[in-house]
């Protein structure tokens, strides 16, 4: 079994700065892609961010030049820096990285979510 476990969520004010981190755990093999999604209230989870093994990343076009996405693979962690917060930023951030395990079974996993809320 493989657990993803986030941290770093919270409130902040608009403008301000967090950095989430996401640490996998247990029967990993290897990770390729690596992610962060957000749901909102309401609303679908949604892309925020992907890393591949050798660090190509990509972004949804509501954080670039705003969020960083970074990787530590000897670590099995992945962070998300989250620079000049906006209110609509505020949601449930959920990790999420496509392993393969001991067996040499690819699966995707999920964190259970780390709450991040921007006041105005």
């Known amino acids: 079994q493989v657990q993803l476990v986030e941290s770093g969520g919270g409130l902040v004010q608009a403008g301000g700065s967090l950095r989430l981190s996401c640490a996998a755990s247990?029967?990993?093999?290897?990770?390729?892609?690596m992610g962060w999604y957000r749901q909102g209230p309401g609303k679908h989870r949604d892309l925020v961010a992907t890393?591949?093994?050798?660090?190509?990343?990509d972004y949804a076009d509501s954080v670039k030049g705003r969020f960083t996405i970074s990787r530590d693979n000897a670590k099995n962690t992945v962070y998300l820096q989250m620079d000049s917060l906006k209110p609509e930023d505020t949601a449930v951030y959920y990790c999420?990285?496509?392993?393969?395990?001991?067996?040499?079974?690819?699966?995707?996993?999920w964190g259970r979510g780390t709450q991040v809320t921007v006041s105005s």
């Open positions: 999420n990285a496509a392993v393969i395990n001991s067996a040499l079974r690819y699966v995707n996993y």
């Open positions: 247990g029967s990993v093999f290897s990770i390729n892609a």
């Open positions: 890393i591949t093994s050798g660090g190509i990343t």
